[in-house]
């Protein structure tokens, strides 16, 4: 069973189209939820933690957000340069030391 | 640039040789994870050192993987035999402490198994 899920999968906006993508987990007692940012053939740039529900971060068009089940990115008026893949990890439970992956949303912006 | 390097950047193998990578993560960093990552997934865990020590690894890491961090300093994987398969990206990361602490990830390394 996926702990993470990500959606969508793919998201192609114009050049000043906000929208939202979702990370969900299954994982218990969550000790922190990451996004990072990856670039084509690049290794992931982190962007957020979040570690309790209510909590929100922003980085320029960026903004995390946390619930119980769920994390959002907000993205806002984006611009091409924000194409990217997006992904969220959140440590595995049972007090391992794994960071579990989402498949990620490849956000495509077109001008 | 996180501070983290991975050489080689790209690495074109035949099918059974042997291939070896290194990892040099911030240098305050006690721990330094590896993972693998296919076309359209995200990052997988496979190994992870807190300082000299290997601490925990992945079902993925078949006998044919092995990886160590001599002095708790730089990183190497090395993969025996390798096969089709095999072809990923492998990424290096490190964070100062726990799994809570944020990891950064180097540039990774391309490896096509021919």
């Known amino acids: 069973e996926d702990q993470v899920t990500q959606s969508p999968e793919a998201l192609r906006l114009q050049e000043g189209e906000s929208s939202s993508l979702n990370c969900s987990y299954t994982v218990s007692g969550l000790r922190g939820l990451f996004w990072y940012r990856q670039d084509p053939g690049k290794g992931p740039e982190f962007l957020f933690t979040?570690?309790?529900a209510g909590e929100e971060k922003e980085k320029e068009r960026l903004k995390a957000t946390l619930t119980k089940k769920e994390s959002f990115l907000h993205i806002t008026a984006p611009k091409p340069e924000d194409s990217a893949t997006y992904l969220c990890a959140v440590p595995l439970q049972g007090g391992s030391e794994k960071l579990v992956f989402g498949k990620g949303t490849k956000l495509t912006v077109n001008p | 640039d996180t501070g983290v390097s991975q050489d080689p950047r790209h690495k074109i193998t035949k099918r059974g040789q042997n291939v070896t990578f290194r990892c040099d993560p911030i240098s305050e960093h006690n721990r330094l994870y590896w993972y693998r990552q296919t076309l359209g997934q995200g990052p997988e865990f496979l190994t992870y050192f807190q300082n000299e020590a290997q601490l925990e690894k992945s079902r993925l890491l078949s006998d044919r993987f092995s990886a160590e961090r001599p002095k708790g300093s730089f990183s190497t994987l090395e993969i025996q035999r390798t096969e089709q398969g095999d072809s990923a990206m492998y990424l290096c990361?490190?964070?100062?402490?726990?799994?809570?602490?944020?990891?950064?990830f180097g540039p990774g390394t391309r490896l096509t198994v021919l």
């Open positions: 979040l570690y309790s």
């Open positions: 990361a490190s964070t100062r402490g726990a799994v809570t602490d944020t990891q950064y």
